[in-house]
């Protein structure tokens, strides 16, 4: 019964990805400016953690966190656990979190997917998705916390870019973090298909 229970315990903190690459990024290579100086290893304050996602962070609010950005739908745990699952075998999807330790609550979160490419000598390019802060955390640059760390991550992987679609109203914060529109390729187009009934 011990046994089984400690190793529940490890499966329910098992990592997405491996945290100590994050302790690693230099933020001095990003145009970002943080008032006071912030970074992934040291964001601020002693009860903030910025982290890969974890497996048992369904119970501390990941889901609730997204919905604040978009639709989530009602997941059950098995329903994240096989995500998780799928998401850690096939490689690739960096999604980085930022815990309240006091509340054993997600506050922040941004998704780096990293596409495998032929061109650019089967080059790495990044994709940022899905950031969104608590609005109850605002003023502690969480934001650009969490979009400077997955972009110094991917460039740290080896991408050759990085590449977003936002709304407009977020342009000039996406600017001041190193993003820049391109002349004539700056437009985002979607092909959305019904939701499976």
Known sequence: MGMEKHYRD???????????????????????????????????????????????????????????????????????DERFTQMKMAGGYYVTVIEDKRLSKIIAAATLTVEQKFIHNCSLRGRLEDVVVNDTYRGKQLGKLIVVTVSLLAHQLGCYKMSLDCKDKLIKFYESLGYALEAGNSNAMNMRFEEPS
């Open 10 to 80: 490890e499966e329910l903190s098992e990592y997405l990805y491996p945290p100590d690459i994050l302790q690693k990024l230099n933020f001095s290579k990003s145009p970002a400016t943080f008032k006071p100086k912030i970074s992934a290893a040291n964001p601020g304050e002693d009860w903030m953690v910025v982290r890969p996602l974890q497996r048992s962070d369904y119970e501390k609010g990941f889901l609730q966190l997204l919905s604040q950005l978009t639709s989530t739908g009602n997941i059950s745990k098995k329903q994240f």
